[in-house]
């Protein structure tokens, strides 16, 4: 049976990795393989259908006409032929129909009526539930509702007020459908276009669904047998770069083309990483309005499309209530530049005074004649007040002049800049007046996922992500060395003993500054307490990051009530398993001092 690919599940695998499109168009043409179900996925996933089901019979004995579809088990046609026929007889609960418009279909889970909403079907329309085993909404959840919702409105004739996620202790999540519309509407366009034209140039590449896909076997395979997609073995970045090697190259023509193609593919890539470091630092200086311009011609004579960061920019304005202030069509075929065939001459920077530059330009001329005024005391109670006014200039212009700049400490610190503060005063205040994005390696990635894989293993704090991922945003490669940071952390003392408390936040304030950070762990130490920071890094860090255990100490001495002195602190160095607990770190008073005497300047 051929697969239809305009259904709400394949256009959620889209926006999870377009590969997935690829394998399934080409599954039988090309031989691929589906990795087998393991029993975790297997539990999984009869987790979700009875979350489903529970969920359904709790909406029976709410409602009382109520029909499911699903037990009836009729052919596709028949079962959307049903869902239409229970639509329109008014039935409260819908559950497992199928709606179709000749091109999308799918199958959902519940439709709900909504007696408060008129609608073709006379007083009364319906809106979309959909069962998710899961902790909290993630972005896939809330376009594959859209696609139910559009079906649903070509049935109705209006399209519903919200949709709904039924998610873990059947807790009701309500997302506006107007609020993501339009973002749908672009995204699903993308997706046609990529059906009709893009899929056979669609290319595997790492994402945050590998570790979860069917297909990832398929996709590692690719990579090993395609060089261009294998990452930079030596940089610390490599798992973001692009591969080249010359293996299997035996003429210099062959080793041209391949240097020639590996060079497009870094410009193509680095020029992409440059702009969006650019486009980040310009768009987090906008105080109050953002405004973002492209266009069709630059010096020469073709047209080029705008920037990738600009139409991204474009998309979330749009979904985000953005004004569009002009939208020129692309340039037809064969048009010439405008600039070059009408070229137009202005002065710039423009003259802001205009006409009045002559009145201006007298008005120096004035002062350039008078002799100058020792801004001595005048009696005359208007001449002192320009006395004043006189001496405030030229102090602020002096100051101007000075070359120390004092920097505002922020009213709010994380406890790495407490560190910061005690360890180089100077170098927090240049990143403080002039912040700039700091890129994520893999040192900080494995250093996230062991800290969360730690947390799993004493609470289900791992639910906060969602079962099926360890890091939805950022995920991390197999990596030897995550494995070898987990076992040598179970072979420490602390894997056999069980923590009080696990990743706990806090905020306290000292000395008028609002400090926040998160503890790694506590556990009780005979009749206190001991804090613990893991650390995934081998080298015993400095004085100055003693300033982090003395801030957790405190921290934790207010949220529990206990005594300081009745709490320690320490590092744990997980790839060594030595345990630094320094004896002498700073109290209440010290830290209150550190903050207090500080002046921060910067040169």
Request: proline share 4%.
């Amino acid at each position: 049976m051929k697969k239809n690919f305009y259904t709400p599940s394949f256009f959620k695998k889209y926006l999870q990795c377009k590969y997935i499109i690829f394998n399934e168009y080409n599954e039988e043409k090309l031989g691929l393989k589906r990795k087998e179900i393991t029993k975790s996925d297997d539990l999984r996933f009869k987790k979700g259908f009875k979350h489903e089901k529970e969920y359904f019979n709790s909406l029976k004995k709410k409602y009382k006409k109520v029909i499911d579809i699903k037990s009836l088990q009729l052919p596709r046609d028949d079962k959307i032929k049903k869902t239409l026929e229970s639509i329109h007889e008014g039935y409260e609960i819908i559950y497992n129909g199928h709606l179709d418009d000749g091109k999308w279909s799918g199958e959902f889970d519940f439709l709900e009526i909504n007696k408060n909403l008129k609608s073709n079907l006379g007083n009364y329309s319906y809106e979309i539930l959909d069962a998710k085993n899961t902790s909290k909404i993630k972005p896939d959840h809330v376009f594959q509702l859209s696609v139910y919702s559009d079906l649903l409105e070509k049935v109705q004739g209006i399209r519903p007020l919200k949709s709904h996620i039924i998610l873990k202790g059947m807790k009701k999540n309500s997302v506006s459908s107007d609020s993501v519309f339009d973002f749908y509407k672009l995204n699903k366009k993308k997706y046609e276009n990529f059906i009709e034209y893009g899929i056979k140039d669609a290319k595997s590449e790492k994402c945050s669904h590998c570790k979860l896909c069917e297909w990832q076997d398929e996709c590692k395979n690719n990579w090993l047998k395609n060089e261009k997609h294998v990452p930079f073995p030596l940089r610390g970045d490599a798992l973001e770069l692009p591969a080249f090697s010359f293996d299997g190259i035996e003429k210099n023509s062959e080793a041209a083309k391949a240097i020639k193609a590996f060079g497009t593919q870094c410009v193509d890539h680095i020029k992409m990483r440059e702009e969006m470091r650019l486009a980040y630092v310009a768009i987090t200086r906008a105080r109050t309005h953002l405004l973002c311009t492209a266009s069709w011609w630059r010096d020469g004579s073709r047209s080029v499309v705008p920037s990738n960061i600009f139409n991204i920019i474009a998309a979330s304005a749009s979904s985000n209530g953005g004004l569009l202030i002009s939208d020129v069509p692309a340039p037809e075929e064969g048009d010439e530049n405008p600039t070059l065939e009408n070229p137009q001459t202005a002065q710039w920077p423009r003259d802001y005074l205009g006409e009045k530059r002559s009145q201006f330009s007298a008005a120096v001329d004035l002062v350039n004649q008078v002799t100058e005024h020792p801004l001595t005391t005048s009696e005359n109670n208007e001449v002192g007040s320009w006395i004043l006014d006189a001496k405030s200039l030229i102090t602020e212009n002096q100051l101007q002049k000075k070359d120390v700049i004092e920097v505002a400490l922020p009213t709010r610190l994380s406890t790495s800049t407490l560190v910061a503060l005690h360890e180089d005063p100077v170098a927090l205040a240049l990143n403080i007046r002039r912040p700039m994005p700091r890129g994520q390696d893999q040192y900080s990635r494995r250093g996230t996922a062991f800290h969360l894989w730690v947390e799993r293993e004493f609470s289900d704090a791992a639910t906060l992500f969602g079962d099926e991922y360890l890091d939805y945003l950022d995920p991390l490669e197999d990596d030897s060395t995550l494995e070898n940071l987990k076992a040598s952390w179970l072979k420490s003392s602390f894997a056999s003993r069980t923590p009080v408390r696990v990743e706990v936040p806090f905020e306290t304030t000292i000395a008028g500054v609002l400090i926040r950070g998160r503890i790694d762990a506590i556990y009780s130490d005979g009749n206190g307490y001991q804090v613990v920071d893991w650390k995934t890094g081998s080298k015993n860090l400095g004085e100055s990051a003693r300033v982090q255990l003395a801030m957790y100490r405190l921290a934790w001495a207010k949220l529990s009530g206990c005594e300081l002195s009745k709490v320690s602190a320490a590092f744990h160095y997980v790839p060594t398993g030595i345990t630094d607990q320094p004896v002498d770190l700073l109290n209440e008073a010290d830290l209150i001092q550190l903050i207090s005497d500080i002046k921060v300047k910067s040169k």
